[in-house]
């Protein structure tokens, strides 16, 4: 029961589960999120946001097949849902799949283009890839949407040393610096 005797709503069940996600009480998160995903009369909104942390949790218990499982059926009902394209991507790259962690920063930046952690994510896996030009285009993307972002200028940097480019890398690391990298 809810406060005053109340049937608890949907929205206390997620409100619930992100206090439990929060404090890193990830079965009880799932155990609340599961009664929003239970609820025929549920917003299908609810649902899909329930379903989407719930993969977290499991994300964070370690259980990433059950994780993709959540992030699939989330991407299934709603293709735009970006956040599941990137925990999805973050699995793919805890498991060592660049190329298909890359391929879900993809999708998710074409649902949400100003998200800098895709941008940034996907730059990461091309560097570690050795795609060091497309690597620095991601970075250059991530500084058009959050200019001080002192990770993506370092990332910048390497790439373009790597491109043999170390005058303009010694640029970029001297703004790094100037935003507090001690590198």
């Known amino acids: 029961m809810g406060l005053f005797g109340k049937k608890k709503s949907g929205y206390d069940w997620f409100n619930e589960g992100n206090a439990f996600l929060d404090h890193s009480q990830y079965v ?26 719930k993969g977290k949790c499991f994300v964070k218990l370690g259980e990433f097949e059950t994780a993709l499982k959540c992030f699939d059926l989330v991407i299934q009902v709603d293709p735009n849902f970006s956040d599941a394209h990137f925990h999805k991507g973050g699995i793919f790259d805890k498991l ?8 879900c920063y993809e999708k998710g930046i074409e649902s949400n283009p100003h ?3 895709l941008w940034y994510n996907r730059g990461y896996d091309l560097f ?23 990770d993506a200028l370092v990332f910048k940097a390497n790439a ?3 491109l043999e480019k170390n ?11 100037g935003l507090g990298f001690n590198g």
């Open 28 to 53: 009880e998160a799932i155990e609340c999120y599961d009664k929003v995903i239970g609820n025929k009369n549920e917003h299908i909104k609810n649902v899909v946001s329930s379903l989407n942390n």
């Open 96 to 103: 060592g799949r660049l190329e298909n962690a890359i391929e």
């Open 115 to 117: 998200d800098s952690d």
């Open 128 to 150: 570690a890839l050795g795609k060091f030009e497309e690597a620095e285009q991601c970075f250059d993307k991530v500084l058009e949407i959050a200019p001080n972002r002192v």
């Open 160 to 162: 373009l040393v790597n």
């Open 167 to 177: 005058e303009e890398a010694e640029q970029v690391m001297v703004k790094a610096r």
